[in-house]
C-alpha cells in the first residue's frame, strides 16, 4: 500500500521503520539522537509512530544532527 492508501492513525510498517534507521545512518544521526526526535514526537519507539506523524519525523531525520 501507498502512503496515500494508509491510514493516517495506523501505525507504520516494518518497511518504514527500517527507512527511518536508513535515513538516519545516511545523514549520520547516531541511535541516541534518533530516540531523541522520536521521543520529542510523543513516541517511545519507532515501532509506535502513527502514520500522519511519519512524514514530520522522516523530515525532522533529513535535517541531520544538531550541533550543540
Known amino acids: 500500500a501507498t502512503r ?3 491510514d493516517p492513525s495506523a501505525v507504520i ?3 518504514q521503520v527500517k527507512r527511518l ?3 538516519a ?3 549520520n544521526l547516531g ?3 534518533m530516540k531523541a ?3 520529542a514526537h510523543g ?3 519507532s515501532k509506535e ?3 500522519k506523524d511519519y512524514d514530520s519525523i522522516v523530515a525532522k531525520i533529513e535535517e541531520g544532527p544538531t550541533t550543540a
Open 4 to 6: 496515500a492508501q494508509q
Open 13 to 15: 510498517t516494518d518497511g
Open 21 to 23: 534507521y536508513a535515513v
Open 25 to 27: 545512518k545516511s545523514k
Open 31 to 33: 541511535l541516541e539522537e
Open 37 to 39: 526526535i522520536i521521543i
Open 43 to 45: 513516541y517511545s519507539s
Open 49 to 51: 509512530i502513527l502514520v
